[in-house]
């Protein structure tokens, strides 16, 4: 057996047809606490809007009442967006968390897209599959979105033309505003209070060998790399990472790798909890946002094709779904090929005790052991 790294969740509070956003946010609640139990290192939300079945709009409100229910899996965002908020709220509401939950806050820093009203969604076009020692890179092309929904969403959140390009100073902001070190241009003393001086580790999520790896390995911030969501360009992003890294808040490259999973006790019976994913990820693809995750008979009884099944091609190849010994080998084949520190796992069914199921298997295969310490952290390099 391969040295097993580290297991964390990432989680989108989905919920399914005939549930509601309450359910989703309390199935939430009650994932967290099981992970907790089964050994897994964190539990991370994501942020996401106007999406029908998605209940995950705020996650610095959610992970209030998951740090709450738990008592050391350590909580956070992948990603906070920037751009939707400025660096002082962002850096407040991870404080406010972290001064009543001391020494358990990871604070996802991601890089906001264009406002523009009309654009292309979507990453590089790549026309051919790559395998590069067992792990599928597959093929992508861009697909439409829906322009009028985009630019409805910035104006709700107040976006402003050209703020992605800010990124960079939204991050160092955010970092010295943690540190007390904020020198505003106004010459007046600024304190975020309750973030500054707080142990809050920051992490940039990026999908590309773009401007987000760079900028964490300039900064020596640990990396969450996305292999779920942007598989054809993961092992770029990380490369890209690991070059242009220099020390800073860390001494070391770190790196956490995403991978969306499904496990059940047969790898038939997983493909069929998962059948509602090609359904859930074209909704998004074609611009109407998350759909309540669908019943698999119903998924089952209207499966997608031709065109639509090919907007979706790329997801559905690299979903590790099965057995746990199936998927365990799975992720070992992306940890080995990315090298990452750590796997970051996303598991959406329709039921949730499926879901719950789905990373109890998991964790017994893998060998996570709640009584075990969490790995230390490497040691910061500090000005």
Do not use: C
Not at 84 to 91: E, G, H, M
Not at 335 to 357: M, S
């Amino acid at each position: 057996m391969t040295d097993r790294v580290p297991l964390s969740v990432l989680d989108l509070s989905p919920f399914g047809a005939g549930q509601t956003p309450a359910d989703g946010l309390r199935a939430s609640i009650a994932l967290a606490r099981r992970a907790e139990q089964l050994g897994y290192v964190r539990y991370w939300l994501a942020e996401h809007h106007l999406n029908p079945g998605i209940a995950g709009a705020a996650p610095h409100v959610l992970l209030a009442s998951i740090a709450d229910a738990t008592d050391h899996i350590r909580v956070g965002t992948a990603a906070t967006i920037i751009g939707n908020s400025s660096a002082l709220q962002v850096v407040e509401a991870a404080g406010v968390i972290s001064a009543l939950h001391p020494r358990r806050f990871d604070l996802g820093i991601g890089r906001s897209g264009s406002t523009g009203s009309a654009r292309k969604h979507g990453f590089p076009a790549r026309h051919t599959d790559k395998i590069v020692d067992g792990l599928l890179l597959p093929t992508t092309r861009p697909f439409a979105f829906d322009s009028d929904r985009f630019t409805a969403q910035s104006r709700l959140l107040r976006r402003t033309a050209g703020d992605a390009d800010r990124f960079e100073d939204d991050v160092t902001d955010i970092l010295d505003l943690i540190a007390g070190t904020y020198a505003a241009p106004e010459r007046v003393p600024i304190h975020a209070t309750p973030a500054e001086g707080q142990d809050i580790e920051v992490w940039i999520h990026g999908s590309t060998a773009g401007p987000s790896a760079e900028l964490a390995g300039r900064h020596g911030l640990p990396f969450g790399a996305n292999y779920h969501v942007a598989s054809a360009f993961v092992v770029d992003a990380v490369d890209a990472y690991r070059r242009a890294f220099r020390p800073g808040i860390r001494s070391e490259p770190y790196v956490i790798v995403s991978a969306d999973v499904v496990v059940a006790d047969t790898d038939a019976h997983a493909r069929r909890l998962a059948a509602g994913y090609a359904h859930w990820v074209h909704s998004i693809r074609a611009g109407d946002g998350a759909i309540p995750f669908p019943r698999p008979e119903e998924a089952l009884a209207r499966p997608l094709s031709g065109d639509a099944l090919e907007v979706v091609a790329d997801r559905l190849a690299t979903r590790f779904v099965g057995s746990a010994d199936t998927v365990a080998e799975q992720l070992d084949t992306l940890r080995r090929v990315t090298g990452a520190d750590e796997l970051l796992i996303t598991t959406i069914t329709h039921d949730p005790a499926d879901r719950e199921r789905s990373y109890e298997l998991l964790a017994q295969v893998w060998g996570l052991d709640a009584n075990t310490p969490l790995p230390a952290a490497r040691e910061a390099v500090r000005a």
